[in-house]
């Protein structure tokens, strides 16, 4: 069985990587008054190259379409959650696929992980909107699929492999002299597993995890692609419903921008938090 993969890299390393190859997010809180700035100086700059009071009007118009913007913001982290629960559910069972000592289920297990962890997400995207039906029936009942549900489908098949991949490294984490200590102890391997080495593993893969969970939420954006009305679907709708103005396009996308600033910034500050706390040393 391989190992070559890092469970979790150095602090100090230049380019962090973790959640099966995905760059771990960094986030600041420059990032976001640099975000507001966008938004205060784009109003300004308008307001200078027409001559008017636009810069109270930009503001105004942002206000007047938050609403419709955080409903479709909404649509966002509802996405994230079930693509993230679905992905965790079937990731782990993946997961423990490629640590099995069963050589056919391990290789079964690394093909399907390898597949849909370097697949291109949009293109999953694409496949699961126009591979699955707008309704399934089931005896007399009928079942709509909006686009927004395949989109979860779509996006929880990517974090399933990733997810993996986090069981994977977070187990092959734990010293071996843990398997051996539960063996002489006359544990199985199941309640080696169960008892011992996932209870120490967990603590390994929650940082990652929510590091993944943090960047399929910013993915979310992608299903904006495939038809479905989230925010940056919307923030096109108020461009055009507001004449396609010019000057509304930085302090538009630069608010859409600073809602996901603020929802995930606190989820990277954690992940930060819990690498310096859990970190294993190579």
Known sequence: MSSKFPVILPLGAPLRRQAGGLPTLRLAPWHGVALASIILLSSAAANAATGGPIHASVLAILA???????????????????????????????????????????????????????????????????????????????????SWLKAVIGLALPVMANVAEIVRGGVRSIHPGQWEAAESLGFTRRQQLWLIILPQSVKRMLPPWMNLYAILTTSTT?????????????????????????????????????????????????????????HVRN
Not at 88 to 94: I, K, N, P, S
Not at 226 to 244: D, I, K
Not at 248 to 267: D, E, G, Q, R, S
Request: no cysteine; net charge positive; charged share 10%.
């Open 64 to 146: 007047r379409w938050t609403p419709l913007l955080l409903r479709g913001f909404g649509l966002n982290i509802l996405i994230s959650f079930l693509s993230m629960a679905i992905g965790t559910v079937l990731g782990a069972f993946l997961g423990l696929g490629l640590i099995t000592p069963s050589r056919p289920l391990r290789g079964a297990s690394w093909a399907i992980t390898q597949f849909f962890r370097n697949a291109p997400w949009l293109v999953l995207l694409f496949f699961m909107i126009f591979l699955l039906p707008f309704h399934i029936h089931v005896g007399t009942v009928t079942i709509n699929l909006p």
């Open 222 to 278: 992608l299903a904006s692609i495939v038809g479905v009305n989230e925010v940056v679907s919307l923030a096109g709708q108020v461009l055009a419903a507001e004449g396609s103005k010019p000057y509304l396009l930085a302090p538009i996308y630069a608010y859409v921008l600073l809602m996901f600033f603020v929802y995930t910034y606190p989820i990277a500050w954690a992940t930060q938090r819990l690498e310096r706390r859990y």
